[in-house]
C-alpha cells in the first residue's frame, strides 16, 4: 500500500540500529535531543556596537533519546549494553558496556524512512520496578559525521514508498 506524502511525518513503525531491529519503545517514541552550534563573536574596541566576525566554534549534535521497553535477552539488552547471553537465555551485563556505532534506520508509520549512515548509541536503564510503569532503558542515538572523503550528507528522509531495503550480502 502505498501512502501519499502529505509532509506529516509521524508514528513509529520499525526501529532498526546496526541491522537490528529493536522492541517496543514506550508511548514517548523518538525525542529529538539537539544541542545547538556554539559560535564565538569577535568584536574590535574600535566598534563598540558591533560584531566585526562570527565563527562557529563547536558543531551542532543531532541525536534522539527513547526508552526501550522490551528487554528480551539478546534485542534488549545485549544489544543495548554488549556483554553475552548463555544457553539457556540468561543474560550477562558486561563490567564495561560497549560502545555501539552503526547505520540507524527509522520507520515511521507515515512511511517516511529516516537514515543515518553512522550512529552512536549509548544506554542506561530507567525507571523503575514497580506496578505503575515497566523498567527501561534509556538510549540515546547520537547522528555522526560517517567515514570517508567528501563527506556532505549526516542523514537521509526518504518520502513514504521511495526507500528500498538494500539487498543482503553475500
Known amino acids: 500500500m502505498s501512502v501519499a506524502d502529505d509532509g506529516m511525518m509521524y508514528?513509529?513503525?520499525k526501529f532498526v540500529f546496526g541491522g537490528v531491529e529493536y522492541g517496543y519503545?514506550?508511548?514517548?517514541?523518538?525525542?529529538p535531543a539537539i544541542t545547538?552550534?556554539?559560535?564565538v563573536q569577535?568584536?574590535?574596541?574600535?566598534?563598540?556596537?558591533?560584531?566585526v566576525k562570527e565563527f562557529e566554534s563547536k558543531a551542532e549534535i543531532i541525536a534522539f533519546t527513547f526508552k526501550l521497553i522490551q528487554l528480551t535477552a539478546a534485542?534488549?539488552?545485549k544489544e543495548s549494553f554488549g556483554g553475552t547471553?548463555?544457553?539457556k537465555?540468561?543474560?550477562h551485563y558486561p563490567v564495561k558496556k560497549d560502545k555501539k556505532e552503526g547505520k540507524m534506520l527509522i520507520h515511521c508509520a507515515s512511511g517516511h524512512v529516516i537514515e543515518v549512515e553512522k550512529a552512536s548509541l549509548t544506554a542506561n536503564l530507567a525507571d523503575g520496578?514497580?506496578?505503575?510503569?515497566?523498567?527501561?532503558?534509556e538510549c540515546k542515538v547520537t547522528f555522526l559525521v560517517p567515514d570517508g572523503k567528501n563527506v556532505t550528507d549526516l542523514f537521509l528522509v526518504y518520502p513514504p514508498g521511495t526507500y528500498t531495503e538494500p539487498a543482503p550480502a553475500g
Open 129 to 137: 520496578l514497580t506496578l505503575d510503569n515497566v523498567l527501561s532503558i
Open 89 to 91: 537465555g540468561v543474560y
Open 25 to 31: 519503545i514506550s508511548q514517548e517514541g523518538l525525542q
Open 42 to 51: 569577535v568584536r574590535a574596541i574600535q566598534l563598540r556596537n558591533a560584531v
Open 36 to 39: 545547538e552550534a556554539e559560535r
Open 11 to 13: 508514528g513509529l513503525d
Open 85 to 87: 547471553v548463555d544457553e
Open 75 to 77: 534485542e534488549g539488552w
